[in-house]
């Protein structure tokens, strides 16, 4: 690894944890008061903003890539208006730090109160998305950590326009040196670095593709919080209403296909298959839903081509929807087992025995029965913000806001207690 | 890595996998059922275990392993009989999982509500204490999660045994095959080998010395609970009662040093050094205590070295301890910042601001005022039982007991809701 390269990485992780203890500390006037002054500076620096950002979307054009991707590197004027607005938003939400969770009297008289903290020193490791910088930034501060963020080049000097008014503005209002650093160099070698630098990082926070997800996963030494790969299911089951099921199937798969809770594979009862297959099939391939099916669903669907096995394991993102028909709710448990994600899955259903098992024995973290997938996020669930969807279990599991930024500690206080 | 150690850890993985969704849905009735068979098993089969024991205590002897050591593989009928009674407490604990941790209801109706449920697959890797093995395991079904064990070399015999008492017990009352599992080669490879099955492992608790757990917190991708090292203070600040810091002071030191919640090094306000220090130095030399102190401590310890830089780093765990003389309370706070292990840190002090200012800025598990550091323990806080004391900040900060061993998921009703 180049000299460099560590170099910078690990003076900016030494700087976010200098800064780490200043901003524990904070009042949250005192932080909402930095979070509204990044969101005027970011409004009055527009231009500087955008003109950085020209230069990265002329880079990515020149090389070619798909303008999907170009534009989620684009920034505009609505876009950082709507930057500015989260951050107000997050200025808006209480504060979690200092909360206390709950507390108790031991026999000896010791008080015990457990009370949030921040985590820390938050470093964030992301793709080309610029808001990103800004979203991850603002929350982080809020729950009083330092954020290092680590961006792809695809938005390198969006980035750093970014993160340069966010620093110039706190600086005016008493943000403490470090408390947001980027590292420059977007280099493979830079984000190798960071994974190992567990003195000075207290979570890593992929936020990206699977490749990305994965990659932090495995080479991480410091604790991840993964986020994002959603295979999500819904089952219709035999006792269904079988209107409010197409209605969920289309919401869940076409309301928004790109996202990570939208359902990838519909799973139909076989007693329900011959009346429900053919009005949803008609209705999905209306909407342009690419259909691909087992043979027991098959002949229900004009147009579906045959489902592979690497079919019911792919998170699709794109109007495409896999379609199998299963012999009972155990079937259907069995498939989202060994195919899910942990992410989001969903019954529609009318008995109440299918639904307390599907609900019991489904493994993920949001399952819903009667709804659609498409509300497993922080906003739809009342958290104000959220930082990413957590698929694992340890620490945080699905839409992750304000309060799953932070840990705890227990505050003792006695009148001279010692054990015997 | 040989075929056959990585065939042995990959098969007995998998098997408390596929284990672990049965464990999930088991009512607490039959879990208690489980533990107070295997509770009894034990007992009754104790003479068998003792006898594998004596294997393990014999080689060890062999080895010429220190005496301490040796005890800590010793299994007797008391030891035993005080497994057994630990099985027994975790029956008669409520049930973590199915607990709701909170919930509430969108304005589209959807009923959210946060349920606990267990992580999965636990692995634990342990060094020589083979109540581990009984422990872990109690603590592990209890919560519903499957455990998948790695014990040391001293007591391979010894686990062994207590596993196959555990497995045979468990299975004549409905324990899911797979539930308890224990990798039997003790080379170090089948650990690097768990330590990246992120497939079927959830978490892993390194249970053993700094050595084993920094080895598992950089080799580990599966989710670590980093336990155990602390290099806990007592500061004494300028408005302290005397009496009372004597005693704290005393009692952390003293009462089991060879433990992670006993203090390591003395903090002294220089205001009241010259009073405390001696009187605390001779109580602490007639119990045995060796003293490093800084050159300003020094002059008012009678027989004390002169403490290195290492010493402010080092866990003793044992009786010596480490003595400086401070400006104030923002020195003690900068040394406990700079030396300490975010365990357990006390202050003595009758003065509110300095008592205030210690807990909000210090940064550990468990911040006391006017109390020893000795509390820093699940039984003592009265959480029944513990599987260890987490000194990282994601997921368990603190004394683990049952609910540290679980994760939560979200389970959302409708009646139809889609996303708009």
């Known amino acids: 690894m180049s000299t460099d390269i560590m170099a910078e990485v690990i003076e900016k992780a030494k700087r976010a944890r200098r800064a780490a203890p200043r901003l524990a500390v904070l009042s949250r006037a005192e932080k909402d008061l930095i979070l509204r002054a990044f969101a005027d500076a970011l409004e009055e620096q527009k231009d500087l903003v955008i003109e950085a950002n020209a230069r990265d979307v002329a880079a990515a054009q020149a090389r070619g890539i798909s303008p999907a991707l170009v534009d989620r590197v684009i920034l505009t004027d609505t876009r950082i208006a709507e930057m500015a607005e989260g951050l107000r938003m997050i200025a808006d939400l209480p504060d979690p730090v200092g909360e206390v969770i709950h507390g108790w009297r031991l026999p000896n008289g010791l008080e015990i109160t457990k009370v949030r903290v921040p985590l820390g020193v938050v470093g964030v490791i992301y793709e080309s998305r610029p808001n990103v910088t800004v979203d991850a930034t603002g929350l982080c501060l809020k729950a009083g950590n330092a954020t290092l963020l680590r961006g792809g080049s695809d938005a390198v000097n969006s980035n750093l326009a970014l993160v340069r008014v966010l620093q110039q503005a706190g600086a005016e209002v008493g943000l403490p040196e470090g408390a947001v650093e980027i590292i420059e160099t977007t280099d493979r070698e830079a984000a190798a670095q960071l994974m190992r630098l567990n003195e000075y990082v207290d979570v890593l926070i992929p936020r990206g593709g699977a490749g990305l997800i994965q990659r932090v996963k495995n080479e991480s030494t410091v604790p991840v919080i993964e986020t994002g790969v959603g295979n999500c299911h819904v089952y219709v089951d035999a006792s269904a209403d079988l209107d409010r099921a197409e209605e969920i199937v289309v919401n869940a798969k076409c309301q928004r296909p790109g996202v990570c809770n939208a359902a990838e594979t519909l799973l139909v009862h076989r007693d329900v298959a011959a009346d429900f297959l053919p ?142």
Not at 298 to 306: N, Q
Not at 380 to 394: C, D, N, P, Y
Not at 397 to 420: C, F, H, N, W
């Open 279 to 420: 009005r949803v099939g008609k209705r999905l391939a209306e909407l342009g839903v690419e259909l691909r099916a087992c043979p027991r669903s098959r002949p229900y669907l004009e147009g579906a081509k045959a489902a592979t096995q690497e079919d019911w394991a792919t998170e699709f993102l794109d109007l495409i929807l896999a379609v199998k028909t299963v012999d009972d709710v155990a079937e259907a448990i069995e498939h989202i087992g060994a195919h899910g994600t942990m992410h989001s899955e969903a019954i529609v259903t009318g008995d109440l025995s299918a639904a307390r098992r599907f609900t019991r024995e489904i493994d993920a973290a949001v399952v819903y029965v009667n709804a659609s997938t498409r509300f497993t996020d922080g906003g739809q669930f009342g958290f104000g913000a959220e930082i990413g969807i957590s698929t694992q279990k340890l620490h945080a599991r699905g839409p992750m806001g304000l309060p799953e930024l932070t840990s705890y500690k227990y505050v003792a206080i006695g009148d001279g207690q010692v054990r015997s």
